[in-house]
């Protein structure tokens, strides 16, 4: 006679299974990025997500599998981080490796809430589909070294996310992940009836998403057909990442500028834009005038006429610095700065810093960078330019704050060094195509050592240099006038009201069904 099972060790094991299952679901969601490029894994890994959270019978089971998710997901997509760290930090290979795991599994917390919550929604009474999209779509709100969300990974299929106009980055992400929550229960439902309603309903959501992307690229194409456009030049110096910070390389960088700007207006640009923190000197924060033409430290060269949107770190006091972006004119008169608001961790800051001293002294650099506290953007000619520093085209809210200075187009300037030779520059460039969406402008980036890029107002990547040698890459950019979107003007709140309701909705129909029985 066989030993009866012990309920414990089969919870264990269901644990196990269920983990390992969530990390291969995580993997495959992420096979999306290069160098695989297998876009359609995004749905297929939500897939599996949906229909492994069924199985999920308590919030904890819940957090477990999605935390797996999650950690398999950023193990493949951040599979760069190991040789960053590297490269740029005196830390061995395996003390990398661990950090590049700790990362993954620390970015998949917010899948770890989602699967917790989503499984907390289920048991008051919310359909899993539902419980499941409105989870996820909870979790996007929490704070990321590297965010990305679904509608990030299926960017490079345009039609798909043209409704970020209207719900933002995280609404396409909710209703792709329904659709696929969809897919899922259909799956497992034992009633044919059921299975086809939940397919149908699927459907429905993808031909929605379609055919209001077809729609709106036909109007994003007719607005920019009748919009005036400027000629501008984007800069890609080519400058190493630890020759950016050697002072004795500063000359030689300068004059790459200078002679990569001098060629861009021979060509006929209007505009010329530099990468974040090319130019090598640092200036007073309250500078609005270039040290003299005569020296080595001036921002514009003899002959150059601008305008040109210069990054550059400025220095506000005797400790602190800011990461910023200025126009600077060929008579040497500077604008006000743009300061980047939204710091990287550990590029920029260094979380828990002051407690661990350890941490500070592996990861900082140089005076320490400050937020910026406001939108400010930058006027050169008829360009009103909303500025994105680094990884600021990738948050929702920071091109949300762009719009507030009322441009007519956005400037990313970004410094990709760090990264050069990985698959971090393609998953930026790809992130960044919602934020041209969502506004509804053209959006051109400027990236030393990553793909310079222009991306129209509907998400179509129209121009791109990838290649590590200098050179300045000259687009067309069309200077939309058009009203604010939905999503500039009011954000995630409308998604997130009807969410809201819709849960509770179903929680309360749930106790209404509960107390009639009892």
């Given at each position: 006679?066989l030993?009866?099972r012990?309920?414990?060790?089969?919870?264990?094991?269901?644990?196990?299974v269920?983990?390992?299952?969530?990390l291969?679901?995580?993997?495959?969601?992420?096979?999306?990025?290069?160098p695989?490029?297998?876009?359609?894994?995004?749905?297929?890994?939500?897939?599996?997500?949906a229909?492994?959270s069924?199985?999920?019978?308590?919030?904890?089971?819940?957090?477990?599998?999605g935390?797996?998710?999650?950690?398999?997901?950023?193990?493949?997509?951040?599979?760069f981080?190991?040789?960053?760290?590297?490269r740029?930090?005196?830390?061995?290979?395996a003390?990398?490796?661990?950090?590049w795991?700790?990362l993954?599994?620390?970015?998949?917390?917010?899948w770890?809430?989602a699967?917790?919550l989503?499984?907390?929604?289920?048991r008051?009474?919310?359909?899993?589909?539902?419980?499941?999209?409105?989870?996820?779509?909870?979790?996007?709100?929490?704070?990321?070294?590297?965010?990305?969300t679904?509608?990030?990974?299926?960017?490079?299929?345009?039609?798909?996310?043209?409704?970020?106009d209207?719900?933002?980055?995280?609404?396409?992400?909710?209703?792709?992940?329904?659709?696929?929550?969809?897919?899922a229960?259909?799956?497992?439902s034992?009633e044919?009836?059921?299975?086809?309603?939940l397919?149908?309903?699927?459907?429905?959501?993808?031909?929605?998403?379609?055919?209001?992307?077809?729609?709106?690229?036909?109007?994003v194409?007719e607005?920019?057909?009748h919009?005036?456009?400027?000629k501008?030049?984007?800069v890609?110096?080519?400058t190493?990442?630890?020759?950016?910070?050697?002072?004795?390389?500063?000359v030689?960088?300068?004059?790459?500028l200078?002679g990569?700007?001098?060629?861009a207006?021979?060509?006929?640009?209007?505009?010329v834009?530099?990468?974040?923190?090319?130019?090598?000197?640092?200036l007073?924060?309250?500078?609005?005038?270039?040290?003299?033409?005569?020296?080595?430290?001036?921002?514009?060269?003899?002959?150059?006429?601008?305008?040109?949107?210069?990054g550059?770190g400025l220095?506000?006091?005797a400790?602190?610095?800011?990461?910023?972006a200025?126009?600077?004119?060929?008579?040497?008169s500077?604008s006000?700065?743009?300061?980047?608001r939204?710091?990287?961790?550990f590029?920029?800051?260094?979380?828990?810093?002051?407690?661990?001293?350890w941490?500070k002294?592996?990861f900082?650099?140089?005076?320490?960078i400050?937020?910026?506290a406001?939108?400010?953007?930058?006027?050169?000619?008829?360009?009103?330019a909303?500025?994105?520093?680094?990884?600021?085209d990738?948050?929702p809210?920071?091109?949300r704050?762009?719009?507030?200075?009322?441009?007519?187009?956005?400037?990313n300037?970004?410094?990709?060094a760090?990264?050069?030779?990985?698959a971090?520059g393609?998953l930026h460039?790809?992130?960044?195509?919602?934020?041209?969406?969502?506004?509804?402008?053209?959006?051109?980036?400027?990236?030393?050592?990553?793909?310079?890029?222009?991306v129209?107002a509907?998400?179509?990547?129209?121009a791109?240099?990838?290649?590590?040698?200098?050179?300045?890459?000259?687009v067309?950019?069309?200077l939309?006038?058009?009203?604010?979107?939905?999503?500039?003007?009011?954000g995630?709140?409308?998604?997130?009201?009807?969410l809201?309701?819709?849960?509770?909705?179903h929680?309360?129909?749930?106790?209404?069904?509960?107390?009639g029985?009892?």
């Amino acid at each position: 006679m066989l030993p009866p099972r012990n309920p414990r060790s089969f919870k264990r094991f269901g644990a196990l299974v269920g983990s390992a299952l969530a990390l291969i679901f995580g993997a495959t969601f992420a096979l999306t990025a290069p160098p695989t490029n297998l876009t359609v894994c995004v749905l297929l890994g939500l897939v599996g997500l949906a229909w492994l959270s069924t199985r999920a019978d308590t919030w904890q089971r819940g957090a477990l599998f999605g935390l797996f998710f999650g950690a398999g997901a950023n193990l493949v997509a951040l599979r760069f981080v190991p040789d960053v760290i590297t490269r740029f930090t005196s830390l061995p290979t395996a003390v990398a490796l661990l950090a590049w795991t700790l990362l993954s599994f620390a970015q998949g917390l917010s899948w770890a809430f989602a699967g917790a919550l989503g499984a907390e929604l289920r048991r008051r009474g919310v359909p899993a589909f539902l419980a499941l999209s409105a989870a996820v779509y909870a979790g996007f709100f929490a704070p990321a070294l590297f965010p990305w969300t679904p509608a990030g990974g299926l960017s490079t299929w345009p039609l798909v996310v043209q409704a970020a106009d209207v719900i933002g980055e995280r609404g396409v992400a909710l209703f792709v992940t329904m659709a696929c929550a969809l897919v899922a229960n259909a799956i497992v439902s034992k009633e044919k009836a059921t299975r086809l309603k939940l397919a149908g309903a699927a459907g429905a959501i993808v031909a929605v998403l379609l055919v209001y992307g077809v729609v709106a690229e036909a109007r994003v194409k007719e607005a920019r057909a009748h919009a005036k456009k400027v000629k501008i030049a984007l800069v890609q110096p080519s400058t190493e990442a630890k020759t950016r910070w050697d002072p004795a390389a500063a000359v030689v960088i300068a004059d790459r500028l200078h002679g990569l700007t001098r060629a861009a207006e021979n060509r006929g640009a209007e505009l010329v834009v530099w990468p974040e923190a090319a130019f090598p000197y640092v200036l007073n924060h309250s500078a609005r005038t270039s040290p003299p033409a005569f020296t080595s430290r001036t921002v514009l060269a003899p002959g150059l006429h601008g305008p040109v949107v210069v990054g550059i770190g400025l220095q506000k006091d005797a400790t602190s610095s800011t990461n910023s972006a200025m126009v600077a004119r060929g008579d040497g008169s500077l604008s006000a700065p743009y300061d980047k608001r939204h710091l990287l961790a550990f590029g920029e800051h260094v979380p828990f810093a002051e407690e661990i001293p350890w941490m500070k002294k592996t990861f900082a650099r140089g005076v320490g960078i400050v937020p910026g506290a406001e939108a400010v953007g930058l006027v050169a000619g008829d360009v009103r330019a909303g500025i994105l520093i680094c990884y600021e085209d990738n948050l929702p809210e920071a091109g949300r704050e762009a719009m507030s200075t009322k441009p007519n187009v956005l400037l990313n300037l970004t410094n990709d060094a760090w990264f050069a030779g990985s698959a971090e520059g393609e998953l930026h460039l790809r992130l960044s195509v919602l934020r041209a969406i969502e506004t509804r402008r053209d959006l051109a980036r400027a990236v030393n050592l990553g793909p310079t890029s222009h991306v129209d107002a509907a998400g179509h990547v129209l121009a791109r240099y990838d290649a590590p040698f200098p050179k300045a890459l000259d687009v067309e950019v069309a200077l939309l006038e058009t009203p604010p979107t939905l999503f500039t003007r009011l954000g995630d709140y409308p998604v997130m009201a009807l969410l809201a309701g819709a849960c509770m909705m179903h929680i309360w129909r749930a106790r209404a069904r509960a107390r009639g029985e009892s």
